[in-house]
Every structure is written in C-alpha cells, then in structure tokens.
C-alpha cells in the first residue's frame, strides 16, 4: 500500500514538472538491451501497471549501476504482450531525496523504450518513474518507487 502511494505521488509529482519515461524488462516485453554503456551493469527490473486494468503489466524500468563513476542509468520499455505500435513512454531518474530528475520520453512516439537516462548516487539510493500511455492514450501503465537501488 505504501508503495504504491508512493508510485502514485512520484508518477505525479514528476509528470506535473514535464516528466515522462517508462522501461524495463521481462518475457515478452520488448528486449532488455544494455543502452547505458559497457561500464553499467544491469541491477534489476521494476514493473509498470495499467491500474485501469487490474494490474496488468504493461512494461518495465531496468536499471543499471556503474560502480566506477557511481552513476546509474534507466531505461523504460513495453511489455509487447499488451501494447504493440508506437506510444508514448517515459522514465525519469533521480538521486533519492530531491535533486533534479533525468528524463526522456515525454511527448514521446517511441515503439520500443525510453532512455537512458543517468543519475549520478554513489553510496546513495535513486527514485525513478515510468509511464506508459498506448492503445491512442486510452491506456496508461504508471510506476513510481523510491528507495529501491542503493549503490
């Protein structure tokens, strides 16, 4: 529960200031392909759901960390299983605890993922979002966590 208040006032308070991404991975989903550099290694995937309709997973947010620089990267992608053609994805990322958000994708026609995009938390933890919007906006798969990669 707390979670998921918290996806829904970061999926706000980022779309409110021109935020959009959205990107992940898992089967049937469009590939996840390392986007952010050879340097980052992949970390995890976070879900994005349609909470129009019950859940469903509509895509995913991958992220990835690059111990070296300490930067991570995130990149939002569409569970092809549920939205297929071109839509608006977005992603946005951020050191955890206010900052300026890294974005890609608002406005957006992508048919397949969003990003990278990159923020700098060495020895700290990020907050990202990702959305969605497909099926002519009619659809919309949001995600917000914060607190969820530490490096």
């Known amino acids: 529960m707390i979670k998921k208040r918290l996806a829904t006032v970061l999926t706000a308070t980022v779309l409110a200031g021109g935020l959009v991404g959205v990107s992940a991975g898992a089967a049937h989903a469009y590939p996840r ?9 992949f970390k995890k995937s ?12 509509v895509g995913f947010i991958d ?8 930067y991570n990267c995130a990149i939002a992608r569409g569970n092809d299983t549920v939205v297929t053609g071109q839509h608006e994805i977005t992603v946005a990322l ?3 605890g206010g900052g300026a958000w890294s974005q890609d994708g608002a406005g957006s026609n992508y048919t397949s993922y969003a990003g990278p995009v990159y923020a700098y938390a060495k020895g700290a933890c ?16 949001d995600a917000g966590y914060s607190h969820e990669h530490c490096g």
């Open 33 to 41: 392909v390392n986007k952010c550099g050879s340097a980052y290694a």
């Open 46 to 57: 976070w879900e994005i759901t349609d909470s129009r309709a019950l859940g469903t997973v």
């Open 63 to 70: 992220i990835y960390y690059n111990s070296g620089n300490g």
């Open 94 to 96: 951020r050191q955890s």
């Open 126 to 141: 990020v907050d990202f979002v990702g959305r969605l919007a497909y099926n002519e906006f009619s659809g919309q798969g």
